[in-house]
């Protein structure tokens, strides 16, 4: 299973963004190696728009079967669903803390988009 | 000539200035075209009471994907610069409302997958207010791609020896599509610290635009101030003052004209034409 993360900083000691789209890195949590891989995202924190979306085909690249994020807008969660990825929103703390508390309970993926689209 | 009235604050008398200008135009006798390119928000019809007789819509043309041809070879999404196409295995997605139509998408697929689609963007109305000419853009509540529906809205008048549009408020990309081309430039400023700040961004821009320019001071209370000052640093002439008085707020929010509550804006505007015209012979 594979997993990405929205973070502040490369390492998984760094805080979780909130933001999805414009998070400066995307990590990436592989559970059958238990490594973590950092991706850069810098393309997308200076996009003038349509970050969101662009992340979110980056994700869908990686592999990625769930993303745990802050938020997520319309059109990320409209290109992730498309593909069946999972979203999980409303982390805070670190990533591995995100990690721990996803891998630890019984989370529910969103439904539906739970921020609103910037520009 | 072709004058565009701008003012990057907004709320300092754009619309006032641009009617009341037209407006005594046309009873001097000259053919005016008024635009109001505030497309987002247009509402000089609202001081002019104009009878339409023509309107229709502005299409710009979106990628739309045929998804059995598609290869999803992600070549689309590479050349958007806009961010505007998520390319996934196995699906290409499109989001209209960030295209800005350069049709980068439809030539560089290999496929021939992707073919332009007319999308409606807003409207043009077009009549007439007495002997003015009039006509207005209307962007569709949720639509962002402003500069189109200018850009149609201008090409709109034809020989009349004055056309006149009436600008956004700011300084981005709507504004500079309602500049571009003119003969001159209004930029109309209240006597504030905001509307002082916001008029030097606004020379700025018609700088850039190497377009000439000259300033309407509106709300004048009499006495020198920063607007005045800075015009004099800057080397850009005053125009026209435009007092501050109870019965041209009290007119204007009825829906009438500052020329007909107030002789002294009648005259500061027919000051301002003639200032103008003498520009217009000399161009």
């Given amino acids: 299973m594979k997993l990405v993360i929205s973070s502040e900083g490369p390492n998984p000691t760094d805080q979780v963004d909130p933001r999805f789209g414009r998070a400066p890195y995307l990590i990436l949590f592989d559970s059958s190696s238990e490594t973590f891989v950092a991706r850069d995202n810098s393309a997308q924190v200076e996009a003038a728009q349509g970050a969101g979306v662009q992340a979110a085909q980056d994700v869908v690249a990686l592999g990625a079967d769930a993303l745990l994020t802050g938020h997520c807008g319309p059109k990320a969660f409209e290109v992730l669903s498309a593909a069946g990825v999972k979203i999980y929103s409303g982390f805070a703390g670190t990533v591995m803390g995100a990690l721990r508390a996803w891998q630890g309970g019984e989370l529910q993926p969103i439904s539906s988009p739970d921020g609103v689209g910037r520009h | 000539m072709r004058i565009a009235i701008a003012s990057g604050k907004g709320g300092t008398g754009k619309t006032t200035v641009a009617v009341n200008l037209a407006v005594t135009i046309a009873r001097q006798g000259r053919s005016v075209h008024l635009c109001d390119c505030d497309v987002e928000e247009p509402n000089a019809h609202l001081f002019l009471d104009p009878v339409f ?110 056309i006149i549009f009436d600008a956004p408020p700011g300084t981005t990309c709507p504004v500079v599509a309602t500049m571009q081309g003119v003969d001159f430039v209004l930029l109309v400023a209240e006597p504030t610290p905001f509307g002082r700040h916001d008029l030097a961004l606004a020379l700025e821009l018609t700088r850039q635009l190497a377009i000439p320019c000259g300033v309407v001071i509106n709300r004048y209370e009499g006495n020198p101030g920063q607007v005045e000052k800075f015009c004099l640093r800057e080397g850009v002439e005053i125009l026209a003052r435009i007092p501050f008085r109870r019965q041209i707020a009290a007119a204007c929010a009825e829906g009438g004209l500052a020329v007909d509550a107030d002789p002294e804006v009648a005259a500061a505007v027919s000051g301002l034409i003639d200032n103008l015209r003498t520009r217009a012979v000399m161009a």
Avoid at chain 2, 61 to 67: D, E, G, H, K, S
Avoid at chain 2, 144 to 152: D, H, Q, R, Y
């Fill in chain 2, 53 to 162: 007789s023509g309107s229709w819509p502005v299409t710009v043309p979106v990628p739309a994907v045929a998804q059995d041809t598609c290869t999803h070879c992600g070549m689309c999404a590479e050349i958007c610069e806009f961010n505007s196409i998520a390319c996934l295995p196995s699906r290409t997605m499109i989001f209209p409302d960030l295209c800005h139509s350069c049709g980068g998408c439809w030539l560089v697929c290999p496929q021939k997958a992707i073919t332009p689609e007319d999308e409606t963007i807003g409207s043009i109305s077009t009549g007439k207010a007495g002997e003015l000419i009039f006509t207005q853009g209307r962007l569709i509540v949720g639509k962002t791609l402003v500069p189109p529906l200018i850009e149609a809205v201008k090409d709109v008048p034809g020989d009349e020896s004055w």
